[in-house]
């Protein structure tokens, strides 16, 4: 079992810059590949960037890739999500998750365990 808790969201203005935060416990987090989805209202949760346990693979959704940028600090249990040039579309509750083995990091239902979200509100 591992608990996750994110956080660092906020409201900001197009083209800036923000970090979260995902915080693990009750398990090894350095075991676990983890990834960033988004939800923005009315629609379904998408995938962000995910990084493997450890750190061999990077992915990147299309739409983030070159602006985002994941990592991850196995001495301080932390998931990172490095936000930058941000855009109003980027709006949307990000979540934090952990799966110990997965096929594809795309996808949501493969992830074990998933923290309760940030906001992030990017206006134009």
């Known amino acids: 079992q591992v608990q996750l808790v994110e956080s660092g969201g906020g409201l900001v203005q197009a083209g800036d810059s923000l970090r979260v935060s995902c915080v693990a416990s009750g398990s090894t987090f350095s075991r676990y590949n983890m990834g960033w989805f988004r939800q923005a209202p009315g629609k379904e949760r998408e995938f962000v960037a995910a990084?493997?346990?450890?750190?061999?693979?990077?992915d990147y959704a299309d739409s983030v890739k070159g602006r985002f940028t994941i990592s991850r600090d196995n001495a301080k249990n932390t998931l990172y999500l490095q936000m930058n040039s941000l855009k109003p579309e980027d709006t949307a509750v990000y979540y934090c998750a952990a799966a110990k083995s997965l096929s594809s990091y795309r996808l949501s239902w493969e992830y074990d365990y998933w923290g309760q979200g940030t906001q992030v509100t990017v206006s134009s």
């Open positions: 990084i493997t346990w450890n750190d061999y693979s990077i």
